[in-house]
């Protein structure tokens, strides 16, 4: 089982800036079984990033993941309003559980 | 409309049982395999169990294993999740969602149901 291991825990940022996450998994994994998703609070969580580069339908360009073995990241390229957000990255191994890291927060700065 | 809805939610006393139902529409239910995650107040996500399109295939967390199960039925396009001998850390926010078919990551989320166990 790989332990995934986001950080920051909490990015504070203004709108139009730069936002990059990353996510640490403790054993190599492969980078096709990576996804990051957003959720806002009170909604469920959807999904941004499989394969950890492919943009799942609907998301903006804004959005792109990249990474290969044990550090994947996720990159907002201009922070609009609605991406203020917890984001968490999951590996899905070859054998369960398919755990999440614990999540980074945007904040507004 | 493509949408998950879950229900069966409640309060209920440490040691009892539950019962959770997640309704599918606007999509094939048995081309996909589907998934439970949950999410304690004010925590992070946690993924619970899952199964795949045939029912072939079902996993669990440690956390839950011997006491919950997972099915689904075809025909009524529904996924259940029975928990048993639910414990005060079993208190969450219970989703269902979607597998990708043919990629990997939950592509469908439900807006929960949530459960509540008291000691």
């Known amino acids: 089982e790989s332990v995934l291991t986001q950080s920051p825990g909490t990015l504070s940022l203004s709108p139009g800036e730069r936002a990059t996450l990353s996510c640490r998994a403790s054993?190599?994994?492969?980078?096709?079984?990576l996804a990051w998703y957003q959720q806002k609070p009170g909604q469920a969580p959807r999904l941004l990033i499989y394969a950890a580069s492919s943009r799942a339908t609907g998301i903006p360009d804004r959005f792109s993941g990249s990474g290969s073995g044990t550090d994947f990241t996720l990159t907002i390229s201009r922070l609009e309003p609605e991406d203020f957000a917890v984001y968490y990255c999951q590996h899905f191994g070859s054998s369960p559980p398919w755990t999440f890291g614990q999540g980074t927060k945007v904040e507004i700065k | 409309e493509v949408q998950l809805v879950e229900s069966g939610g409640d309060w209920v006393q440490s040691g009892r049982s539950l019962r959770l139902s997640c309704a599918a529409s606007g999509f094939t239910f048995g081309d996909y395999a589907m998934h439970w995650v949950r999410q304690a107040p004010g925590k992070g996500l946690e993924w619970v169990s899952g199964?795949?399109?045939?029912?072939?295939?079902?996993i669990y967390a440690d956390s839950v294993k011997g006491r919950f199960t997972i099915s689904r039925d075809d025909a009524e396009n529904s996924l259940h999740l029975q928990m048993n001998s639910l414990r005060a850390e079993d208190t969450a926010l219970y989703y269902c969602?979607?597998?990708?078919?043919?990629?990997?990551?939950?592509?469908?989320w439900g807006q929960g149901t949530m459960v509540t166990v008291s000691s």
């Open positions: 969602a979607r597998r990708m078919k043919d990629n990997v990551g939950f592509d469908l």
């Open positions: 054993q190599s994994v492969s980078s096709s079984y």
């Open positions: 199964i795949s399109w045939n029912s072939g295939t079902i």
